[in-house]
C-alpha cells in the first residue's frame, strides 16, 4: 500500500486510489468533515477550512466560498451580517460598519443604503426623521435642514396640516 498525501485518503484497505476531499469539506483523522459555517475550502484536498474574511460570512456549513455583506448591512462575524440600524448606511458590499447619515440627510428605515433628503413640506429634526412644518406654514425646499425654512402663509391663506407644500386660500 502507498501512503496518501495530506490532504488525500483512501477509504478502502489495500486500495491504492488516493482520494481528496471536496471542496467546502477538510481531511480530518481519515475522514472528509464539512468546514463549519463562517469557514470555507476554496480547493478540494484541504488539510484545513479557512475563516471568511472581515467584510464577508457564510451562514451555512461544507461550503466553498464566502460572501460579501450586502449594501445596507455591516459585518458581524464569520457567520453573520447584521442591518444598519435607522439614521445609518453602507454604500458598499463587505463593509466592516454603518456610516451615520449626516444633516440634512436621514433614513427612516433599517439595512439601506443611503440617506435621504426631507421632502417637500418638511425639515430634519435628526438623523432617522423628518418633521412637517407646522400648521399655518409651509415649505418649498427638499432637504430642508431647520424649521427656520418653514415660511408664514401670507395673509388671507392657510395651511391646516403639518407638512404643506403650499398654502390654501
Not at 433628503?117 to 431647520?146: N, Q, T
Request: charge should be negative.
Amino acid at each position: 500500500c502507498d501512503i496518501c498525501a495530506a490532504g488525500r485518503f483512501s477509504d478502502k484497505a489495500g486500495q491504492s486510489l488516493c482520494s481528496s476531499c471536496p471542496k467546502g469539506y477538510y481531511y480530518l483523522s481519515g475522514q472528509c468533515a464539512m468546514c463549519d459555517a463562517g469557514k470555507f475550502t476554496a480547493d478540494s484536498g484541504e488539510t484545513s477550512c479557512t475563516e471568511c474574511s472581515a467584510g464577508q460570512y457564510q451562514s451555512e456549513m461544507g461550503q466553498n466560498v464566502c460572501h460579501l455583506c450586502p449594501t445596507g448591512f455591516r459585518h458581524s462575524r464569520p457567520t453573520l451580517c447584521e442591518k444598519c440600524e435607522q439614521g445609518r448606511y453602507t454604500q458598499n458590499e463587505g463593509r466592516l460598519t454603518c456610516s451615520n447619515c449626516s444633516r440634512p440627510r436621514y433614513q427612516s428605515e433599517e439595512g439601506q443604503s443611503s440617506c435621504q433628503l426631507c421632502p417637500v413640506g418638511f425639515y430634519y429634526s435628526s438623523s432617522v426623521a423628518c418633521e412637517g412644518c407646522p400648521a399655518g406654514k409651509y415649505g418649498l425646499l427638499s432637504g430642508a435642514d431647520h424649521i427656520d425654512v418653514c415660511l408664514n402663509c401670507k395673509s388671507g391663506l392657510y395651511s391646516d396640516h403639518p407638512g404643506a407644500s403650499l398654502c390654501k386660500e
